[in-house]
């Protein structure tokens, strides 16, 4: 299946797409939100401003992805590998990371407000700027991870 063929097929209803084959693909600026890609190949794809608002993105390979400007709000990436992605000023606010794998990843001046982050691997990861207030951080791995302006609380609760 190619990018066009899952437009179409999104299109005309259809939102299930478990284990699709979609390496290198271009799905950016696309609305895909409440699709289920669980299991699927995305890794390389280019995925700048999709809109995969409530997708159920389990198990799915995103090594590589670029998802710039992304809005992954609320949706369910758990056991994801997303292995040096680039998500910078991606919404991934009450998404689901749990065991996902961000080792490398760039989620610089991302949204992680009240996203599940228990035990992601995000060794190496850049998360500088992003904001983390209300995110489940429960053995997280952030070994040489890169903090910097990272928003971990709230001002009022300091």
Do not use: W
Request: aromatic share 4%; glycine share 6%; proline share 1%.
């Amino acid at each position: 299946m190619d990018a066009q063929q899952l437009q179409q097929r999104y299109t005309h209803g259809e939102r299930l797409f478990v284990k699709a084959s979609l390496a290198h693909a271009d799905l950016s600026l696309l609305e895909l939100s409440h699709i289920n890609l669980s299991g699927s190949d995305l890794s390389n794809a280019a995925l700048h401003g999709v809109d995969f608002i409530c997708a159920n993105l389990t198990r799915v390979n995103l090594t590589k992805a670029k998802l710039i400007g992304a809005d992954l709000s609320g949706a369910d990436l758990s056991f994801a590998n997303l292995s040096h992605a680039l998500l910078s000023s991606v919404d991934l606010a009450g998404a689901s990371l749990c065991g996902a794998s961000l080792e490398s990843a760039t989620l610089s001046h991302s949204n992680l407000r009240g996203a599940n982050l228990k035990n992601a691997n995000l060794f190496k990861a850049n998360l500088k700027g992003a904001d983390l207030r209300g995110a489940d951080l429960m053995g997280a791995n952030f070994r040489q991870a890169d903090l910097r302006d990272a928003i971990l609380e709230d001002p009022a609760d300091a």
